[in-house]
């Protein structure tokens, strides 16, 4: 309850600071938005890469005690709040660290106990079943400190080669049509597009139909995960 | 300006952040080197469209197309004669 307040209180605050209250109201209310749900087969990965060579980051699993200690620091305040809420939620969040300092942190649905199937509203709304062994991830972001370092890509594959060494097969994700830099980062990670939805959202209310398949070229489809 | 050094033009002096050596060439890999990322893919866009006065399409947008000033060059070509 308190994480939840801390969150909204935070969100708001950053918003208004970044002149983006508008942009934060337009999350909860929007029209007929296209949204492309993707997923990554986990079991053509080189698990020798090392995603994050040349960044100077480590990548970590978020725990709570190391948040609640100190240990690291979150630039956007509203992330440890999302953080705590998170993970008291059963959600693992994974970050990239330098210094103490988050600089990317991302979550996702992959419960350590084996056999639970992922189920989260946005698989709802996205038309995925996670079946055993495939989990969902969602909600990244990078300090704005730090953007255009080119730390998304290194933080997603890091989180990939990970849920891989787990035992897990695939991962879903999303990304929104209007939002170029996520569609960018998904597509120089070669995810497989699935078909997109039309989404209409009032606050809590929220309606998904499917698109059509999406129509990019021969040659990328087929060099995308299967 | 065509096209090309156009392109190559607003790359050397609105996305990189440091000075080149030499010119970037035609088929210099961007994306691969870091110099089209996720945000340069943004800025670029925006000025391939209202230099050109064309659209580009969300299935446009693959990292092939914008994998060197060649590529970049062509995919505008393509847009103003469909």
Not at chain 1, 29 to 41: A, E, G, H, K, Q
Not at chain 1, 128 to 139: F, P, R, S, T, V
Not at chain 1, 177 to 193: C, G, Q, S, T, V
């Amino acid at each position: 309850m308190l994480e939840n307040v801390g969150l909204s209180f935070h969100l708001l605050l950053e918003s208004i600071a970044e002149g983006k209250l508008i942009h934060l109201f337009h999350q909860q209310v929007f029209r007929s938005r296209l949204i492309t749900p993707v997923v990554m087969d986990l079991t053509v990965l080189d698990p020798a890469q090392d995603p994050l060579r040349g960044t100077e980051c480590s990548f970590i699993e978020l725990d709570l005690d190391q948040i609640r200690a100190g240990i690291y620091s979150f630039a956007v305040k509203s992330r440890r709040f999302k953080a705590f809420r998170n993970i008291r939620r059963g959600m693992r969040g994974f970050a990239l660290v330098k210094d103490g300092r988050v600089l990317g942190d991302l979550w996702c649905l992959a419960p350590r106990e084996k056999g639970r199937r992922v189920q989260h509203p946005d698989l709802d709304m996205l038309k995925i079943i996670c079946a055993e062994g495939e989990a969902y991830a969602q909600d990244m972001l990078i300090d704005p400190a730090y953007r255009g370092k080119n730390l998304a890509v290194p933080l997603l594959r890091s989180l990939h080669l990970e849920l891989k060494k787990e035992g897990w097969r695939k991962v879903y994700g999303c990304f929104w049509d209007d939002n170029i830099p996520a569609m960018w980062m998904h597509r120089m990670l070669k995810f497989k597009e699935l078909p997109k939805c039309r989404v209409s959202r009032f606050f809590r209310w929220i309606r998904s139909e499917s698109q059509p398949q999406p129509g990019l070229s021969a040659d990328y489809a087929e060099n995308c995960s299967q | 300006m065509d096209t090309k050094n156009a392109i190559r033009d607003f790359i050397t002096h609105e996305m990189l952040r440091h000075a080149l050596e030499t010119p970037l060439g035609d088929d210099d890999q961007l994306v691969e080197s870091g110099i089209i990322d996720s945000l340069g893919v943004m800025t670029l866009l925006s000025f391939l469209e209202e230099r050109y006065a064309l659209q580009i399409s969300g299935d446009d947008l693959i990292p092939d197309n914008f994998s060197s000033i060649s590529s970049i060059a062509s995919l505008v070509e393509m847009r103003r004669t469909s």
